[in-house]
């Protein structure tokens, strides 16, 4: 690992921060679209320093990076924090989304190493699959009746959130500019894919890897980093994993791990606390 990382390219990683650093200026251009639905018209440096101290936030609690982000944006932008959060979770669907598409890709590009991977997991008894399948119908028929039917205060909550969910997810499709904010979500996620891609030409031995091995990584990644403290300690360890289905060494899956997940840290620090630090001096009358 030490000489993988004495012999790196570095110039492919610092392209890769700079194509991060793109798609989150691109997320903050885009949060534009559903404020100004609501009625607010925002300064895009706030909407960018709220943007980078979620991301930093997140690196302590994980999700608590939205609640920051809409708190900042009502210090120093006025707009209330319940919408500014319900915005946050309409961006989060569309994100979903565009994940779910990249996953799909991911399948079908690598159908036959997915396949041969997940089935061999599966017990082949088709009783005990169809029993399986039963249950899981059962519990979300009654789970599904219980939350659109119940009286009980945990089930409206939850009933209440989910219709507070689909309202959002029409919002984006409503807005004035749905196109533009369509577009910016396309490009994030393309920079997020492009961002890991790139590295790959930092290492001699993960150069010739190929797209759909980079499609894997990418989507395992993305759930190890959205699921953790920003995939602290995990990350690199299923990239480790994912690229070892491609014949790649474990020092070297590691290499690769440590040295995407390390860029990626240090710009969110560094950004995070300018962030922190710029917010009251561009917003002095605050």
């Keep these: 690992m030490k000489s993988s990382f004495l012999n790196a390219n570095y110039w492919w990683i610092a392209l890769s921060i700079l194509i991060a650093i793109a798609s989150h200026l691109s997320r903050a251009y885009r949060w534009k679209y559903m404020l100004t639905s609501l009625g607010y018209q925002t300064h895009f440096y706030n909407k960018t320093f709220a943007v980078f101290i979620s991301y930093f936030v997140n690196m302590g609690i994980p999700r608590a990076g939205e609640v920051a982000r809409a708190t900042t944006i009502n210090q120093y932008e006025g707009v209330p924090i319940d919408k ?76 209440t959130f989910i219709i507070g969910l689909w309202q959002g997810v029409q919002t ?80 070297i899956g590691a290499s690769f791990g440590w040295m995407m997940w390390s860029s990626q840290i240090m710009m969110i620090l560094l950004l995070g606390i300018l962030s922190f630090i710029l917010l009251p001096i561009f917003n002095k009358n605050k």
């Design 84 to 159: 500014a959060f319900g915005t946050i979770v309409a961006e989060r669907l569309a994100d979903m989304v565009l994940y779910l598409i990249i996953i799909g890709l991911g399948f079908i590009a690598q159908y036959s190493l997915i396949s041969e991977v997940v089935f061999s997991k599966i017990p082949k008894n088709p009783i005990f699959i169809l029993g399986i399948l039963i249950i899981i119908t059962i519990i979300g028929y009654l789970l599904f009746n219980s939350i659109k039917t119940s009286k009980i205060p945990f089930f409206k909550k939850v009933r």
């Design 172 to 251: 984006i499709f409503t807005m004035e500019n749905k196109w533009a904010f369509i577009a910016h979500t396309v490009f994030i996620w393309l920079c997020y894919v492009l961002m890991l891609y790139v590295v790959t030409f930092a290492f001699p031995e993960t150069t010739g890897i190929g797209l759909g091995a980079v499609l894997v990584c990418f989507i395992l990644g993305t759930f190890a980093f959205a699921t953790t403290n920003s995939g602290i300690g995990v990350y690199p360890l299923v990239i480790q994993k994912a690229l070892l289905l491609y014949g790649v060494q474990e020092n």
